[in-house]
């Protein structure tokens, strides 16, 4: 291995943080996550180890990936729970609207997916692209269409069911921080 691999000392103390904190969340949900770090650090040079095929930093972060990875996979192999309580995920009852067709409400269903999925930078991209070339299957995008509630309302019921816990705003920054101190695994009170 180079010498910039395991504990290389070379490593500015923020970079390595942010190294070790992204290397923790793609080991535990996947490759994807990398890909949104970049995307949401697009002006961030502390990400340039994520951007450079050959950064001097990049052998550090793959092996704590696998490292994590493994640590990951030995926690998730525990005896099975003593209660047979399974959480059941949230009731979310989604219907056609009267007098709309199930083909129009399947385009809005889906776009409202989309737009969770992807946020800030899918929608402006879809105004402008339904501006432009306006078509009749898109017209429930203007705010004047009567059907754009059904989107919005869309949009607010999909975001409690697909976006994740840590992208929801923390109710204090108290709890945030905690939150983040689980994640990276120290203590809330240590700055």
Known sequence: MSSSSEDDPNIDPEVR????????????????????FLEDNVNNKQYNFLRIPNHPYLAFYR????????????QCIKPPCSTNYVAQPPVVEIKCPEGMKPNDFGVIKLTAQFVVRYGRHFWP??????????????AFINASDCRFNVLLELVDAYAKILMPYWKRPAKNVASLKEKIARKIQIPANKQ
């Open 63 to 74: 092996n704590k990936i696998v490292e994590y990875r493994n640590a990951h996979q030995k």
């Open 17 to 36: 943080f942010i190294m070790e904190g992204t290397a923790r969340l793609v080991a535990k949900h996947g490759l994807w996550m990398e890909s949104r």
């Open 125 to 138: 991209d879809l105004v402008n692209s339904v501006t432009m070339n306006p078509k009749p299957q898109f």
